[in-house]
């Protein structure tokens, strides 16, 4: 069997998984503002964290795009960029995961107390 055989190779592809996996959207949906629904006021705290969590959101969306784009076309990224963008995004999802493990034990720990 020749290599021809398996025909052109498309980007699209090479793809793990669908799109919508991929985590593309935002926190508050985009449906409530569009259907009209008007969405709770949200605290300082409440922001801080939808924020924090949209900035971990966006640093993976970037290693994604950097990664495919490196599979697909080598010469338009440094393997450096590539490096450095997967270590801030695994760094970041870290610091996150610790943080929602402090808060679920805080809050576990306030409960018990009643």
Same mark, same amino acid.
């Given at each position: 069997?020749?290599?021809?055989? !398996? +025909?052109?190779? =498309?980007p699209?592809?090479?793809?793990?998984?669908?799109?919508?996996?991929? +985590?593309?959207a935002?926190?508050?949906?985009?449906?409530?503002?569009?259907? $009209?629904?008007?969405?709770?006021?949200?605290?300082? !705290?409440?922001?801080?964290?939808? $924020?924090?969590?949209?900035?971990?959101n966006?640093?993976?969306?970037?290693?994604?795009?950097?990664?495919?784009? !490196?599979?697909? =076309?080598?010469?338009?990224?440094?393997?450096?960029?590539?490096?450095?963008?997967?270590?801030?995004?695994?760094?970041?999802?870290?610091?996150?995961?610790?943080?929602i493990?402090?808060?679920v034990?805080?809050?576990?720990?306030?409960?018990?107390?009643?």
């Amino acid at each position: 069997m020749n290599v021809t055989n !398996f +025909g052109t190779l =498309n980007p699209s592809q090479m793809l793990r998984t669908q799109a919508g996996h991929a +985590g593309s959207a935002k926190l508050i949906s985009e449906q409530n503002a569009q259907s $009209g629904e008007v969405p709770k006021k949200m605290s300082a !705290f409440e922001e801080y964290l939808v $924020g924090a969590m949209n900035t971990v959101n966006e640093q993976q969306l970037d290693v994604n795009r950097l990664g495919e784009q !490196f599979v697909t =076309n080598p010469d338009s990224v440094n393997i450096e960029e590539v490096s450095i963008a997967m270590s801030k995004a695994q760094m970041s999802l870290s610091l996150a995961q610790t943080v929602i493990d402090r808060v679920v034990t805080g809050w576990n720990e306030l409960s018990t107390n009643r």
